[in-house]
């Protein structure tokens, strides 16, 4: 009987790993901006569904005869969007602006929410790519400065 051992040469080894690393080097910049992109899609998704809301709550008011203006996307809690204010009987409690609201930004954090006052509402975008801030205005949630054409 003889022992005969097969294995990998040492070039065969090399070029499998120098494979490897030209994969890895075209990989992680795709996936990281693929993360960047997908918080800027959910800021577009969550904006959109506010709008949908305070149109929606809009209608509601108008139905009961009450037109009483929105001025108020949530309190001054870890939430940048929770409850609206109150309509003009103001029995009850507030309507909810989403159904699991959004949470605030950490200071420093980026591609997230945060509540600036009662009317001003910013998307800190990922990266280095600035905010862009929208304003409550006649029941509408507007663009007011910023990077606004990237959300919208």
Do not use: H
């Not at 022992?3 to 030209?22: K, P, Q, T, W, Y």
């Not at 949908?52 to 870890?78: H, N, P, V, Y």
């Not at 507030?94 to 001003?120: E, F, H, M």
């Amino acid at each position: 009987m003889t022992n005969s051992r097969v294995a990998f040469s040492m070039i065969e080894l090399i070029f499998v790993i120098v494979v490897i690393g030209i994969l890895a080097g075209i990989a992680i910049p795709k996936l990281a901006s693929s993360r960047d992109d997908a918080k800027i899609i959910k800021a577009r998704t969550t904006l959109a569904a506010v709008r949908g809301a305070i149109g929606a709550e809009k209608q509601k008011r108008i139905l009961k005869g009450d037109f009483t203006a929105i001025t108020d996307l949530g309190s001054t809690g870890s939430y940048a969007f929770s409850t609206f204010n109150k309509d003009n009987d103001g029995a009850g409690t507030a309507n909810d602006v989403l159904q699991y609201p959004q949470k605030s930004c950490d200071t420093g954090a980026k591609g997230c929410w945060k509540r600036d006052s009662s009317i001003s509402y910013t998307f800190v975008l990922p990266g280095s790519m600035g905010s862009a801030t929208f304003e409550l205005k006649d029941n509408k949630l507007s663009c007011k400065s910023g990077s606004c054409s990237k959300l919208e």
